[in-house]
């Protein structure tokens, strides 16, 4: 059976620290992995990772995905309270996406 | 471009009534698909399709109907609805199922008593 899984569930940070969110996964047929950002509405596109070793960056947020180890990481820098959100991540297989429960980033003034 | 819509965006249903959740793009994506999304479950795949005239089952397909039979609209039906599917439904669509990025409609709250 597919399934992606995050971790933390929940994280509670102040503003200005670096966070590390985490998705392992263990599918057939993987395409690509994906993190999606949602704010109390529709999940956003944040980053689409399908080789091993290249980091993709946007601004403070960078992520890395190890196809060996089956897991990636999404690492956000010098948080703000913007960056609060549910941290979504995603496995294309096949014809299907396959979602972790997500990790819920707080950011504390 | 208007992108992925759905109405309604809230609905509460009494258990064993039916009705139809809307979902259109006006992007000329091929793919297009509906999830759930309950507490501590993450978003589950329904259904699916790749194109016009073809769809799937995805994880959680019981209790729902789709059809496709244009590019712009993916309709999810409930035919009895139960309190069990009370969540949030979003629709999404991307230019193919080769390609990743999918774009999510505002979601459709729903409620069964």
Known sequence: EDKVVQSPLSLVVHEGDTVTLNCSYEVTNFRSLLWYKQEKKAPTFLFMLTSSGIEKKSGRLSSILDKKELFSILNITATQTGDSAVYLCAVHTGNQFYFGTGTSLTVIP | NAGVTQTPKFQVLKTG?????????????????????????GLRLIHYSVGAGITDQGEVPNGYNVSRSTTEDFPLRLLSAAPSQTSVYFCASSYSVRYNEQFFGPGTRLTVL
């Open chain 2, 17 to 41: 009534q039916s009705m139809t959740l809307q979902c259109a793009q006006d992007m000329n994506h091929e793919y297009m698909s509906w999830y759930r999304q309950d507490p501590g479950m």
